[in-house]
Every structure is written in structure tokens, then in C-alpha cells.
């Protein structure tokens, strides 16, 4: 069984950095390609970033590009997401998890919450 914990959540203020963490147990995760989501009130989860196998090449939702920065140690099973000069409207609950296509993999973990306010 496929277990997602996600972690390094807070809230802070405009322009602050958050690092979040994603453990994968039950599945080697190295061997696929990995993404963070997140989901705001009222709204489905959205892709908001993604990693090759190898950690090689990532994509970003146009939001967070050049703001945020996706990354992974396959020796720790382990995804990053580092998020800088955070925006309000990044506030929500982030979710990783593994990407097929276009499609999450596995069953949800908890997610982490970020909120950015003054």
C-alpha cells in the first residue's frame, strides 16, 4: 500500500520561503516521475510543479516559475518543493504524488498547508 506524507507547511507573510517535503513508502519512487499539486477552496488540485525520474528535467505551472524549484533525492525517497517570494495566491493545500501522463498515480496523502497573509 502506497503511503504519501507531505510536511513543511506554515504560514507566513508575503514574500517568505517555505520548503515542503514528500516521503513515498510502499513504492520505490525513484522509478517515476513526480509532482506537486496543490488545492485552493472551491477548486480542484493543480499541477503546480513536476520532476523527471532522475530529477534532470522539472516543468512548472506559469503561477510559480522562477519562484519555486522542484527537487528530489532518490536515495531518501524524497520530493522537494522550494518556494520563494511566496504570493497569496499561493495559499493552499499541496499534495505530491507520482505523475503518469498527466495523471496522479497513487491515493492522496494528507497534504501540507501554506498560507500566505499579512
Known amino acids: 500500500q502506497v503511503q504519501i506524507v507531505e510536511s513543511g507547511g506554515g504560514s507566513v507573510q508575503p514574500g517568505a520561503s517555505l520548503k515542503l517535503s514528500c516521503t513515498v513508502s510502499?513504492?520505490?519512487?525513484?522509478?517515476?516521475?513526480m509532482a506537486w499539486y496543490r488545492r485552493t477552496p472551491g477548486k480542484e488540485r493543480d499541477l503546480v510543479a513536476s520532476?523527471?525520474?532522475?530529477?534532470?528535467?522539472?516543468g512548472y505551472a506559469t503561477s510559480v516559475k522562477g519562484r519555486f524549484t522542484v527537487s528530489r533525492d532518490n536515495d531518501k525517497g524524497t520530493l522537494y518543493l522550494q518556494m520563494n517570494d511566496l504570493k497569496p495566491e499561493d495559499t493552499g493545500v499541496y499534495y505530491c504524488n507520482g505523475l503518469r501522463f498527466t495523471n496522479p498515480m497513487w491515493d492522496w496523502g494528507q497534504g501540507t498547508q501554506v498560507t500566505v497573509s499579512s
Open positions: 510502499g513504492v520505490d519512487s525513484s522509478d517515476e516521475f
Open positions: 520532476i523527471s525520474r532522475g530529477g534532470g528535467t522539472a
